[in-house]
């Protein structure tokens, strides 16, 4: 089992960039796959995420060049995927099995999709839902709600669909889905889930639409393939963002950072509790905006977080927690049950590490309370395998009297393999 320790830091200063977005590499590789001619992708995530979704687009006949730099994709069209021999491997990545089940579903041909121990718990009956009322035939364990799922690949309808849960995997489930559909398909959510699938669509060419509330897409419309520069993903930024707020004396700036309106709730949360933030060079590339990010150090204090914030910032909650734990006064966190269903149960995770580190928090149904405290305990924290709270218990270390040690954390490298040699190098110890 790896173990990493990070200790006491006296500033967190210098420029970095982070690696690329991991949602947008994932949709690059599959977008790229179904496309007709030549996708060129630069910035790919080299995370053993992105890299399942490569190896099962490889394994459906895919050619994919890499020079170590840049990925040239040798698209096929939408009906040019072959049958994979063997049962297609997403590992840790929920975003590679929820969205192949979908863009899967409307193939001529029949696959399995497992994953690893964690995956395989992960609720699947959310996408299996609307895919089955589009005439998907899915089969998982657990009546349908558990991997390995097996697709037999079919004819699908389009549907119009109100997801009960702001999920962008659902989203885009569906509407990969709905690109082999007869029709128009529509999907709605209770707050918008990150939109990168709805861009990189309308980007390759794809018949989309959307509006307030919602997205159609018309099936049938062949994609054309494109250059796909992926800027650095926020939810990387976010660790060093909150390391830079958290440890006095601290000055960062995070160059090339992905800053979609729909990721960007880790930006007003921060903000909101007193974190001097700025966005500098705001450009866009590949149709998504982006910015350099400058972070200095700030005395932050508790605030209230739910509703809409919530999925614009829902991979950041661990590092938010680490925050809210070196705030002055309470955090609330409401309207976050999703935390539960992520890689591992988030709230229980952050609830179980923060009070080793001698932090007051109360779990809730849907969120927690934090009370923050000047300084964290020294402690050993646990991984629980979910890469975020390994390195939300890093970054944690930067500001307790002691070390702190994390078990477990091999699965940093699911999304940012050289997390702890960036953190070394901007950290003052
Ligand atoms: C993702 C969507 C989010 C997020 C995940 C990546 C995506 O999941 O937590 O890390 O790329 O679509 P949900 O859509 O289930 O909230």
Redesign the pocket.
């Known amino acids: 089992m790896q173990i990493h320790t990070s200790k006491p830091a006296k500033a967190v200063r210098g420029e970095i960039t982070v690696p690329g977005d991991?949602?947008i590499s994932?949709r690059s590789i599959m977008l790229g796959s179904l496309a007709r001619g030549i996708t060129t992708v630069k910035g790919f995530l080299r995370g053993e995420d992105n890299l399942a979704t490569l190896n099962a687009f490889r394994a459906m006949g895919i050619i994919v060049h890499d020079d170590g730099e840049t990925l040239k994709i040798e698209g096929n069209g939408l009906h040019g995927l072959a049958e994979p021999a063997d049962v297609l491997d997403c590992g840790n990545s929920?975003?590679s099995m929820r969205?192949m089940t979908g863009l899967l579903s409307g193939q001529r041909f029949f696959s399995v999709l497992t994953g690893d121990q964690y995956l395989r718990k992960r609720p699947m009956k959310r996408v299996l839902e609307p895919l089955n009322l589009m005439g998907a035939t899915v089969f998982g364990r657990a009546g349908g709600d558990k991997a390995p799922l097996a697709i037999v690949g079919t004819s699908l309808k389009g549907i119009a669909y109100q997801s009960p849960v702001?999920?962008?995997?659902?989203k885009?489930a569906i509407l990969l889905a709905g690109m082999y559909a007869d029709g128009e398909t529509q999907v709605t959510e209770p707050h918008l889930?990150?939109d990168?699938s709805e861009r990189i669509l309308r980007y390759f060419g794809a018949d989309i639409e959307t509006y307030p509330g919602g997205t159609r897409i018309r099936g049938g419309r062949e994609l054309e393939g494109r250059e796909i520069i992926v800027p650095g993903d926020i939810s990387s930024a976010a660790f060093f963002m909150v390391a830079a707020l958290i440890v006095p004396g601290s000055e960062l700036l995070i160059k090339g950072v992905g800053v979609n309106p729909t990721r960007t709730g880790i930006i007003d949360i921060l903000q909101a509790m007193g974190g001097d933030i700025d966005l500098q060079n705001c450009r866009e590339s590949s149709g998504e905006p982006v910015a350099d990010i400058l972070v200095k150090s700030s005395r932050l204090k508790g605030i209230e977080i739910g509703g809409d914030l919530v999925?614009r910032a829902?991979?950041e909650f661990p590092v938010i927690c680490v925050a809210a734990s070196l705030a002055e006064g309470k955090t609330v966190i409401r309207d976050a049950k999703?935390l539960r269903v992520?890689e591992t149960d988030r709230i229980k995770a952050m609830a179980f590490n923060l009070q080793k580190a001698g932090v007051a928090v109360v779990e809730t149904e849907n969120g927690m309370d934090v009370t923050g405290m000047e300084k964290l305990e020294g402690c050993t924290a646990e991984s629980f395998g979910d890469h975020r709270i390994a390195m939300s218990m890093l970054i944690a270390g930067l500001s307790a009297r002691d070390q702190i040690t994390v078990n477990d954390t091999e699965c940093i490298g699911t999304s940012f393999p050289n997390f702890t040699t960036l953190l070394q190098g901007v950290t003052v110890i």
């Open positions: 991991k949602s994932h929920g975003t969205l702001s999920s962008a995997q659902v885009s889930s990150r990168h999925p829902i991979d999703e992520k």
